[in-house]
């Protein structure tokens, strides 16, 4: 692997993701290892790692992918952009990801979309289990479930799929870094992923301090890689930007 300063921060071409990309992954958020990576900074939303709802995963290399999450957030949270609260306005700048001290682009900025597949139900959350799992007695109500949208928001990601070879796992986790600060927790909201390449393989570290220094490099790799226009979903993140990358899945009604 190469030294954190020589690692590429973009990859794959600028026309978009390749086959076998993307790939799907959903559920909800459950809690990780509890070893306080938010104490490093890097705290991460894990999903559940199930080869019956998500079949590739069974064979998917073990390692470092990027793309983009897509998260309900419960309209208690901070971070809930609601039309009415002014969601279409950038809060910053018109691209969030560029430089603070970039020349002013000489597009102007498409509006921000605040994708509002809205989901009223699941303020509560319940269990995105597969369906398979459910009994009769417990299948959601259709009429219930045809007026309960959930209201998505789009985010760059990063995230590790494997046995976290520092920590010696004896379970695969799939652990989301999405690339936002957010105001607070966000524990069993669902969550999308299209995973739109593959960064590195998992690694072990002589120290915690060369672990985080390359998952940063990792979080600029994903930032870079996916600020292209061809990467970038034509839906629109929840920071403000917006391209040409279908994107439809993250926010369609289940
Ligand atoms: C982008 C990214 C890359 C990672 N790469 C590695 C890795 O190469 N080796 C490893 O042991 N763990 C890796 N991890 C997993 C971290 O070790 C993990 O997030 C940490 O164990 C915190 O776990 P927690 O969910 O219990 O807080 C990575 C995590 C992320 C988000
Ligand atoms: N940028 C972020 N990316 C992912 N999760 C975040 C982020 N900011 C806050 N969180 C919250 O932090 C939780 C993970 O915290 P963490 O310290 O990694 O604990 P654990 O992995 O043990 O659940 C996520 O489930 C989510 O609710």
Same mark, same amino acid.
């Given at each position: 692997?190469?030294?954190?300063?020589?690692?590429?921060?973009?990859?794959?071409?600028?026309?978009?993701?390749?086959?076998?990309?993307?790939?799907?992954?959903?559920?909800?958020?459950?809690?990780?290892?509890?070893?306080?990576?938010?104490?490093?900074?890097?705290?991460?939303?894990?999903?559940?790692?199930?080869?019956?709802?998500?079949?590739?995963?069974?064979?998917? *290399?073990? !390692?470092?992918? #990027?793309?983009? &999450?897509?998260?309900? $957030?419960?309209?208690?949270?901070?971070? =809930?952009?609601?039309?009415?609260?002014?969601?279409?306005?950038?809060?910053?700048?018109?691209?969030?990801?560029?430089?603070?001290?970039?020349?002013?682009?000489?597009?102007?900025?498409?509006?921000?979309?605040?994708?509002?597949?809205?989901?009223?139900?699941?303020?509560?959350?319940?269990?995105?289990?597969?369906?398979?799992?459910?009994?009769?007695?417990?299948?959601?109500?259709?009429?219930?479930?045809?007026?309960?949208?959930?209201?998505?928001?789009?985010?760059?990601?990063?995230?590790?799929?494997?046995?976290?070879?520092?920590?010696?796992?004896?379970?695969?986790?799939?652990?989301?870094?999405?690339?936002? *600060?957010? !105001?607070?927790? #966000?524990?069993? &909201?669902?969550?999308? $992923?299209?995973?739109?390449?593959?960064? =590195?393989?998992?690694?072990?570290?002589?120290?915690?301090?060369?672990?985080?220094?390359?998952?940063?490099?990792?979080?600029?790799?994903?930032?870079?890689?996916?600020?292209?226009?061809?990467?970038?979903?034509?839906?629109?993140?929840?920071?403000?930007?917006?391209?040409?990358?279908?994107?439809?899945?993250?926010?369609?009604?289940?």
């Amino acid at each position: 692997m190469a030294a954190v300063e020589d690692r590429p921060r973009i990859l794959y071409s600028d026309s978009g993701p390749e086959p076998p990309y993307p790939l799907r992954m959903e559920g909800v958020v459950i809690s990780g290892f509890g070893r306080g990576s938010k104490e490093l900074g890097i705290p991460t939303a894990n999903l559940p790692v199930d080869a019956v709802a998500t079949p590739w995963i069974a064979t998917a *290399k073990s !390692g470092v992918y #990027f793309g983009y &999450a897509s998260v309900a $957030l419960p309209s208690s949270h901070p971070d =809930r952009q609601d039309d009415a609260a002014g969601a279409n306005e950038p809060r910053h700048r018109s691209n969030p990801r560029a430089p603070a001290d970039a020349p002013p682009s000489s597009h102007p900025p498409p509006p921000r979309t605040t994708i509002t597949s809205v989901s009223t139900s699941s303020e509560t959350f319940p269990s995105l289990s597969s369906p398979s799992s459910l009994t009769s007695q417990e299948a959601p109500n259709p009429t219930a479930a045809t007026l309960q949208k959930k209201h998505w928001q789009i985010y760059p990601m990063v995230m590790s799929i494997g046995y976290n070879p520092f920590y010696k796992n004896s379970v695969r986790s799939a652990e989301v870094h999405i690339l936002h *600060k957010f !105001g607070a927790d #966000f524990y069993d &909201a669902p969550m999308r $992923l299209l995973i739109l390449g593959f960064v =590195r393989e998992e690694r072990d570290y002589a120290s915690l301090d060369a672990l985080v220094a390359d998952i940063n490099v990792d979080c600029d790799v994903a930032r870079q890689s996916l600020a292209r226009p061809a990467w970038t979903p034509r839906e629109g993140t929840a920071d403000g930007s917006r391209g040409e990358f279908d994107g439809s899945w993250l926010v369609r009604d289940e």
